[in-house]
């Protein structure tokens, strides 16, 4: 009978389409960010935040970069604790996004310091050889429009107070960028709870051990050489830590709490390498010698070249 | 050539433009395949690989293939009624209209105006240019089923009815945005609610743009091309209703591990495996029309795109419910392996049925035999290679990946850096780079063949292409 009626044939569409919106899409509205998601410590963006958030949404990052963190083992490890549906809230559009192209972004701030990510922005392919991010060297050009950005935050109902707008002047749209980045997924207390504690006492397990000190070479190669350089005359002196030339005075244990907790002050903690991982670049630092560091320079890992 | 009181002409123009769009669209995906590969090709500001990525999936899907659509459902849709279209006039207005809102999208995603949201990147005031456009094409549709003079409408025409209160439903919801300037919108919904409804939207463009909209081409062009009627009627009606039931609850299969709610999750993912179902019925049905004429395969380069396409559909419909699996997506999810799968879909599926149906056309819309059979040919071979290395490289990437993101030391630590995944990507991206220069020439010597129909003296048509 509806093959010879469209009008009807379009009712019956409308309505086959309209059972499966309705409890999957239209229903859920009635838990999803209700009470039970609120999480007290998730704040709004701030104005400067904001501003950088749309930047990201105008440079599209989305596309590469995902923003959420799955309760897999190999997520959390990697990105930090799991994505709640509470952190979200405040997202006027979501980014989760669908690729990982780079890496997940969820839980990026606090990780690196600001310093890091000005270069990083600037010129990916320095601070990581082998990175396909393109660089972003203009934001530094753009400013931030304070009375914009007001009527952004108006709209969105979120609480700013006048200094804190007029404040946004003489801000650059890479100043509210990396404010956005350092703010995503430090609402929650994750890192002081994530602080693995190492138990027992510190043993070094590879005094003089040739193959674990190559190794740790490697691991210093992949971990490290984005902020460090092992010799004194670096080639590029902007970077982000101090070079690492003489580390035969450094007390090991201490060198390894350094490494696995951080230091809070721009020094990531490395806990995620693992225990044996830190003893082996523990080693490798404490054996390296000012003029051996050829194979280690910057810019020569193997991979991809530029 | 108006003999039979058909309107070609617009057809024809429609035609024109879906196609140039359509090279847009993969001229663009080339460049951000290279851009992976060399970075250094990204232009700031305009040309960056997150400026251009939303570029080359808008040109893809809806200057290519909506763009082909209007121009086949136009063509179909006055055979089937066996009327000439409701309003020309409207038909060629909708043309401009469509072709304006085309170039304001690309202008508009280069200059960083987008909402963020995939296949809906199009900021408000292009929203509503889109729903303008859509009002527009459904009214003319409408109308000349409404007033067809042929009683039974034919399964293409189901499709179409579907298409259009589909994308009309999913794109107005997922369009409510609190404009802030005219370029710049917030989304209605916050978080976890507007990843949902993102992803129902998402999946379900999927369903209305590229499913039913192709089956609606397949099913009328097929029969035709090959001379047998389709196999089973009773099979189409089931699969219809079953499909465009089915599709709308399956959307957090983009979600799985996401925080939205579990049993949402699980119902898409129950529904992903029962979609297996109306989804092979179709490539059944295709399969079965064939009945007795398989040697049409090796001499008739439109069977060759059609059954193609078709087997393409049916592997893509197997594959798409895999990944809604909770462990197999744990694995795949936001890796590499994903465009493997849509460029399945889209490289193989839905292009392919796309360009028979234009193939189809041509002759009846120019008065011309298509120009060179072998350069038909020659087309197939090319986008069945460059779409086959694209896909297979992507999924051997994608698995590759995977395995280094989940890989773990005895001691629970993670082998590999993100980095040092990243390292080993460089090969396979070069390798899909260049199956999209295949893919491309494929695309090249299609336009060719096209446009040397065109300027071809006018000759008498066969019988079989008469019949189209
Ligand atoms: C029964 C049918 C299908 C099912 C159940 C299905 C399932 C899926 C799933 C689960 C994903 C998400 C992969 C991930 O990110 O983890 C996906 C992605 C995708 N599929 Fe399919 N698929 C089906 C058919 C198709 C068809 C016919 C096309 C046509 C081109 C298609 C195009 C896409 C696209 C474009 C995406 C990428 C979405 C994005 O992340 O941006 N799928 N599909
Ligand atoms: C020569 C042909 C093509 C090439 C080289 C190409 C290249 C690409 C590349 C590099 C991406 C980004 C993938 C990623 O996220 O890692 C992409 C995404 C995409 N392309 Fe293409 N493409 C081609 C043809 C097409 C066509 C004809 C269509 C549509 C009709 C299309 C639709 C899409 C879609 C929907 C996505 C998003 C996929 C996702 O979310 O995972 N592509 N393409």
């Known amino acids: 009978m509806w093959e010879k009626k469209p009008i009807l044939l379009l009712v019956l569409a409308t309505l086959a389409i309209m059972v499966g919106t309705v409890i999957t899409m239209v229903l859920p509205f009635k838990w999803i960010n209700g009470e039970g998601d609120r999480i007290a410590s998730v704040k709004p963006y701030n104005a400067l935040q904001l501003a950088g958030r749309d930047v990201y949404i105008r440079e599209g990052c989305n596309n590469c970069h995902s923003q959420v963190v799955r309760p897999l083992v190999a997520d959390v490890l990697r990105y930090g604790d799991y994505s709640k549906s509470g952190e979200f809230v405040y997202d006027q559009p979501h980014l989760w996004g669908s690729r990982r192209m780079g890496p997940d972004l969820a839980r990026v701030g606090g990780k690196y310091p600001d310093a890091w990510h000005v270069q990083h922005m600037k010129q990916p392919k320095v601070m990581i050889p082998q990175s ?175 | 050539m108006e003999k039979t009181g058909y309107n070609y002409d617009i057809v024809k123009s429609y035609v024109h433009w879906s196609i140039l769009w359509g090279t847009v669209a993969v001229l663009v995906g080339v460049l951000i395949a290279f851009q992976l590969v060399y970075p250094s090709l990204n232009l700031e500001p305009y040309l960056t690989y997150g400026r251009l990525r939303p570029l080359h999936t808008n040109a893809g899907i809806f200057g290519w293939g909506i763009g082909s659509f209007f121009a086949l459902f136009f063509y179909i849709v006055q055979r089937l009624c066996r009327r000439p279209l409701w309003s020309v006039g409207l038909a060629r207005f909708q043309l401009y209209f469509f072709n304006a809102t085309i170039i304001a999208a690309a202008v508009t995603l280069l200059l960083g105006f987008n909402t963020s949201k995939e296949y809906h990147e199009l900021e408000w005031p292009l929203d509503i240019m889109v729903v303008i456009l859509w009002v527009v094409f459904s009214i003319n549709i409408i109308m000349t089923i409404v007033k067809r003079k042929e009683e039974h409408m034919y399964i293409s025409l189901w499709y179409m009815l579907a298409t259009i209160v589909g994308v009309a439903v999913l794109y107005i919801v997922n369009a409510a945005e609190i404009p802030v300037s005219l370029f ?259 695309v090249l010597v299609f336009i060719y063949n096209l446009i040397m129909t065109a300027r071809s003296p006018e000759a008498s048509l066969s019988a079989a292409a008469q019949n189209v």
């Not at chain 1, 005094?207 to 674990?212: E, L, P």
């Not at chain 2, 699980?266 to 007795?292: E, Q, R």
């Not at chain 2, 559909?313 to 590499?336: C, D, K, M, N, W």
């Not at chain 2, 090969?427 to 295949?438: F, L, N």
């Open chain 1, 132 to 306: 396909n991010m393109p660089a972003y060297t203009a934001l530094v050009g753009n400013a931030i429009d304070p009375a914009y950005t007001e009527k952004k935050m108006k709209v969105l109902g979120f609480p700013y107070n006048q200094a804190e707008i007029q404040a946004l002047a003489g801000k650059t749209e890479l100043d509210a960028l990396i404010a956005y980045l350092q703010k995503l997924g430090s609402d929650i207390p994750w890192r002081q709870q994530a602080k693995a504690v190492v138990v027992g006492d510190l043993v070094n397990p590879f005094v003089n051990d040739a193959a674990a000190i190559a190794e740790g070479a490697k691991l210093f190669d992949s971990n490290c050489d984005s902020c460090h350089d092992l010799k004194m005359e670096s080639d590029d002196t902007d970077d982000v830590g101090p070079p690492l030339t003489n580390m035969k005075d450094f007390d090991e244990n201490d060198l390894f709490t350094l490494i696995h907790d951080g230091t809070g002050a721009g020094m990531p903690s490395f806990a995620s390498i693992g225990v044996t991982g830190i003893w082996k670049i523990v080693n490798f630092l404490k054996n390296h010698k000012e003029g051996d560091d050829e194979g280690h320079k910057k810019g020569d890992d193997e991979g991809h070249e530029k």
């Open chain 2, 184 to 442: 710049k919108s917030y989304s209605a919904y916050a978080g976890t609610n507007d990843a949902n409804v993102q992803w129902w939207f998402g999946h379900n463009a999927v369903a209305m743009v590229l499913t039913a909209p192709p089956l609606a081409i397949f099913y009328y062009f097929l029969p035709k091309s090959t001379g047998v009627p389709i196999y089973s009627h009773r099979m189409s009606i089931i699969a219809f209703w079953s499909l465009i039931f089915m599709y709308l609850w399956t959307g957090a299969h983009h979600l799985i591990w996401t925080p939205v709610p579990d049993w949402i999750q699980t119902l898409a993912l129950v529904f992903s495996l029962m979609l297996i179902a109306p989804s092979w019925g179709s490539v059944f049905n295709g399969y079965l029309s064939m009945g007795g004429q398989w040697h049409q395969m090796r001499e008739n380069y439109l069977v060759k795109f059609f059954i193609l396409g078709i087997t393409f559909y049916g592997l893509q419909t197997l594959q798409g419910p895999s990944q809604a699996v909770r462990t197999f997506s744990a694995f795949i999810h936001f890796t590499e392996w994903v465009p493997g799968h849509v460029h399945m879909g889209t490289m193989g599926w839905v292009s392919m049925v796309l360009f028979a149906g234009v193939y189809c056309i041509f002759p009846k819309i120019y008065g011309r035999e298509v120009y060179s059979i072998p350069l038909a040919n020659l087309h197939f071979w090319l986008v069945l290679i460059g779409q086959l290395i694209y896909s297979v490289s992507m999924w051997i990437a994608g698995i590759q990946q995977a395995s280094m993101w989940h890989s773990m030391n005895p001691d629970g630590n993670l082998t590999y850096t993100f980095v040092e995944t990243l390292a080993q990507l460089y090969p396979y991206w070069t390798i899909r780079a260049v199956s999209g220069v295949i893919y491309l020439a494929g």
